[in-house]
């Protein structure tokens, strides 16, 4: 089955530093990726929408100098939070839509970000 | 708008089964996922329906109704692994992925 990694799996860094985290879809090509975030106990939350070699669509409230989304390839996509603040600690999870079938996506494991 | 409706929690007991419940309205309609969340992790996928009708798999079968805006999650011989979250999430007109805040499914011995 199709499998989509994320790395890292969890991360802890200090209030005002960058954290780039990469979502990489690993047996298929991905001609659109997907960036969510989870606060607990609530609904996924899509923050924006990349296709390889464009830029990413953000969704309404979401900063998009501030959630970097870069999509250079058809199975890599990196989302870099910048000058993080304790407010961005979340889930953020990554899913990948394989080009072949519009409509399944396919979901990384997610990094939890930790911003002290 | 765009919502889901599910009931908030469920519980049951291990080796029934049960119904999750979901009516949802979408602007356009490009088929329906049940996706499964355990507590601090991603969502996997379940199954997915674009036609009225029933789609078993395994101990899972999942039902749709277009015209009711309606659709079952059902979960056989429970076990206690299947306490979760379910998610019911429709495709809107631009295959986009409607989320809401899942059933919390508990599962006693």
């Known amino acids: 089955g199709a499998v989509v990694s994320q790395h890292p799996s969890w991360v802890i860094c200090k209030s005002g530093t960058s954290v780039k985290i990469e979502c990489r879809s690993l047996d298929f090509q991905a001609t659109t990726m997907f960036w969510y975030r989870q606060f607990p106990k609530q609904s996924l939350m899509l923050m924006a929408t990349?296709?390889?070699?464009?830029?990413?669509?953000?969704e309404q409230g979401v900063e998009k100098d501030k959630f970097l989304i870069n999509h250079a390839s058809l199975t890599l996509s990196t989302l870099t939070v910048t000058s993080a603040h304790p407010e961005d600690s979340s889930f953020y999870i990554c899913?990948?839509?394989?080009?072949?079938?519009?409509?399944?996506?396919?979901f990384g494991p997610g990094t939890r970000l930790t911003v002290t | 708008g765009q919502n889901i409706d599910q009931p908030t929690e469920m519980t049951a007991t291990e080796g029934a089964i049960v119904q999750i419940n979901c009516t949802y309205q979408?602007?356009?309609?490009?088929?329906l996922f049940w996706y499964q969340q355990h507590a601090g992790e991603a969502p996997t996928f379940l199954s997915y329906n674009v036609l009225d009708g029933l789609e078993e798999k395994g101990r899972f079968s999942s039902f749709l109704s277009r015209s009711k805006g309606y659709s079952y999650l059902l979960l056989k011989e429970l076990q206690m692994k299947d306490s979760a979250s379910y998610l019911c999430v429709p495709s809107d007109s631009n295959y986009q992925l409607i989320w809401g805040a899942g059933t919390k499914l508990i599962i006693k011995p």
């Open positions: 979408t602007s356009g309609f490009n088929g």
């Open positions: 899913s990948a839509r394989d080009g072949a079938r519009d409509y399944e996506q396919y």
């Open positions: 990349s296709n390889e070699g464009s830029k990413a669509t953000y």
